[in-house]
């Protein structure tokens, strides 16, 4: 037998199901399926954006480098990232359930494991471990979803998946604030294991596993070491690259390597029995504009926020509570806009809401484009409002997209792709957009600096200013009189704010490539087998 079978059966139609009776109890009952894995959902949500409150206080208190807490960081993101789509096979395999489970006790054990660190070795290798367990829970929540939900709800219940996600995400550097300032950074990771607990209990009463009968039944061992080779590559390449250079010859090895890895693992796949990804998958249009759609989202999104935290602490001079209690608006647009998305993608389609967003998306990133070191919270509250009812439907449409155009038997690796998707987007974003603003500063500064008439720097000082002019910082030597001081910050962050101007025009134009990527989707044809998934 050749992949041609697997090839074959993911081109067919899917065969006619039984809708099963509506679930009695509290086992499978779908809303209480949504509820249980939207708390584990957010315990790895809420995480990726409330340890990086943290790192300065751990930085002090274990004595770490900069390179250590950056480590912090990346070990979670690595494992993350690379891990994915092999996690959504094991839920496809082993059923997502047992999967979520796992997933839900290793990531609340890590959390309490690096509480109880006592060096920053062991904080970072907790962390990978967060990474991968992490890894573990998110696709197999969505196939939870897909397998539980009826298609006329589906959509609805990945609204509110994906509104706790955004809610999460937006909400851990005002929660980590909070943590780190009144008890201990340690507790920015305890937290988790009382929501560990919680989400584990509701699990094993709640949730029911649903399993195809043409569920993998081995391993594609080869393909599995390929494709991490392929995504650690390109992610390291992406994460190193701001501090080797783009034009380095180790960056350009990695990216080699990953493009290598890509090419043998495509390769492969078409000769394994049950292979890891079937490349029939991507024969479906409309997933596929899904995965490159989550992609661009992620490039817009991810990248131009990441400016935008530097420009509220640094430029305006806001501590880490006050700058997410300025992106609130943010976070309240995406609460309000994902289930309502949900809805509306459920009675038009997905093409009109997610090319709707992206268009909003892209006018969000030109207003923001237009920020200013005088710009008031009115401002910049409009411009994170319409970010957050642009990003919403996409969230929530792209994910229905990859997901719902997938066979159900591979509804664990769907969700990884769609997962996986999001964190290289992301990667991307941050360091493209970041290439972009080092550029601009690079190009800007030394004229700024000398139409300020100010001291004239060497080639050195003018390379330390650069990276501090980056985040916003005025580099400000220690002594030096008040009034210099006022004029060489406001040379920073001018400089900084013609950078961040151009990387979110440069995120305005993504997302308007991705309104015309958005045209290619459509409803997802495999829907309906969800509803009829076997129970065991």
């Not at 601009?440 to 000082?461: E, F, I, R, S």
């Amino acid at each position: 037998m050749t992949s041609q079978t697997t090839v074959d059966k993911a081109d067919k139609a899917p065969e006619p199901v039984s809708v099963p009776a509506p679930a009695k109890g509290l086992r499978g009952h779908p809303w209480l399926t949504l509820f249980s894995v939207a708390i584990g959902v957010m315990m790895v949500a809420l995480d990726g954006t409330i340890v990086a409150i943290a790192n300065p206080a751990i930085q002090k208190d274990l004595g770490a480098s900069f390179a250590d807490v950056q480590w912090i960081t990346n070990g979670y993101f690595l494992a993350l990232a690379v891990t994915l789509i092999t996690a959504g096979k094991l839920g496809d395999r082993f059923g997502h359930r047992q999967t979520f489970l796992i997933g839900v006790i290793g990531f609340a054990a890590a959390s309490g494991a690096i509480g109880l660190s006592d060096s920053i070795a062991l904080v970072v290798t907790f962390r990978v471990f967060q990474g991968l367990f992490g890894a573990l829970l998110m696709p197999a929540a969505l196939g939870l979803l897909r397998a539980t939900f009826p298609a006329e709800k589906l959509n609805m219940a990945i609204g509110i998946w994906g509104m706790v996600i955004g809610a999460s995400t937006a909400g851990g550097p005002i929660l980590g604030g909070l943590l780190v300032q009144h008890v201990s950074w340690q507790s920015v990771f305890f937290i988790n294991v009382p929501v560990g607990v919680i989400a584990l209990v509701l699990g094993l009463l709640i949730l029911k596993d649903h399993r195809a009968e043409n569920a993998p039944r081995s391993f594609d061992v080869l393909g599995i070491v390929l494709l991490s080779a392929a995504m650690f590559s390109l992610v390291w390449a992406l994460i190193k690259a701001p501090a080797w250079g783009w034009g380095d010859g180790l960056t350009w090895t990695f990216l080699a390597a990953s493009v290598l890895c890509f090419a043998l693992f495509a390769i492969w796949e078409t000769r394994v029995k049950e292979p890891l990804i079937p490349l029939a998958l991507f024969r479906s249009v409309p997933l596929s504009a899904g995965v490159v759609l989550m992609v661009l989202m992620a490039i817009a999104f991810m990248g131009g926020l990441f400016f935008v935290t530097f420009y509220l602490q640094n430029v305006h001079g806001m501590s880490p509570v006050d700058s997410g209690l300025h992106l609130l608006p943010l976070t309240g647009m995406m609460i309000v806009g994902s289930p309502l998305a949900g809805a509306m993608i459920t009675k038009v389609g997905p093409r009109i809401p997610l090319a709707g967003g992206m268009l909003l998306t892209a006018v969000a990133m030109y207003g923001m484009s237009t920020l200013e070191s005088g710009t008031g919270s009115g401002a910049m509250s409009l411009w994170f409002a319409l970010l957050g009812l642009g990003l919403a439907p996409v969230m929530v449409g792209a994910t229905e997209v990859i997901v719902g155009n997938a066979p159900m038997e591979l509804s664990g690796v769907a969700g990884g792709l769609q997962q996986a998707a999001m964190q290289i987007g992301g990667s991307l974003g941050t360091a493209v957009l970041g290439a972009v603003m080092a550029s601009k500063v690079d190009n800007d500064l030394a004229g700024n600096w000398t139409d300020a008439k100010l001291p004239p720097l060497t080639p050195a000082q003018l390379d330390q200013a650069s990276e501090a002019v980056q985040v916003g910082v005025g580099p400000v030597p220690k002594g030096t009189p008040p009034d210099l001081a006022e004029k060489i910050t406001s040379v920073a962050h001018d400089t900084f704010i013609s950078g961040m101007s151009l990387a979110c025009l440069v995120a305005a134009g993504v997302a308007v490539v991705a309104i015309f990527v958005a045209f290619l989707t459509k409803r997802g044809t495999n829907a309906e087998a969800g509803a009829g998934a076997a129970h065991i």
